[in-house]
């Protein structure tokens, strides 16, 4: 069955950094985008970051929410089945719990169905990031 484990959590302090692991098993990694999102305290779930690619550099895509823009990147390690976030220059408003996400079909898709929470058919547990000094 799919599984989904994230890690790599913790406390980071304000312009800190944070590398977020997701473990993925149970289907073909490369076949399906992935996304990050997370939920703050009190507020609903926000899409992050997504990726997908056909397992060359020519067809990888990444889309970013305008508040992790050239803070975040996305990647993943095919060979690894692991997809992963890095965080750097972190804000107390990056405090949520992260959560990483297969889409419920493999095709290729533009922003505008990445953003759209409901396309998405597993999600993992989530790992809590806290940036606070």
């Known amino acids: 069955q799919v599984q989904l484990v994230e890690s790599g959590g913790g406390l980071a302090q304000p312009g800190g950094s944070l590398r977020l692991s997701c473990a993925a098993s149970?289907?073909?990694?490369?076949?399906?985008?992935m996304s990050w999102a997370r939920q703050a305290p009190g507020k609903g779930l926000e899409w992050v970051s997504g990726f997908h690619d056909d397992g060359y550099d020519a067809g990888r895509v990444t889309y970013y929410a305008d508040s992790v823009k050239g803070r975040f990147t996305i990647s993943r390690d095919n060979a690894k089945n692991t997809l992963y976030l890095q965080m750097n220059s972190l804000k107390p408003e990056d405090t949520a719990l992260y959560y990483c996400?297969?889409?419920?079909?493999?095709?290729?898709?533009?922003?505008?169905?990445?953003?759209?929470?409901?396309?998405?058919?597993?999600w993992g547990q989530g790992t809590q990031v806290t940036v606070s000094s």
């Open positions: 149970g289907f073909t990694f490369t076949s399906y985008a």
């Open positions: 996400a297969k889409a419920s079909d493999p095709n290729i898709a533009t922003m505008g169905k990445f953003v759209f929470l409901g396309w998405y058919d597993y």
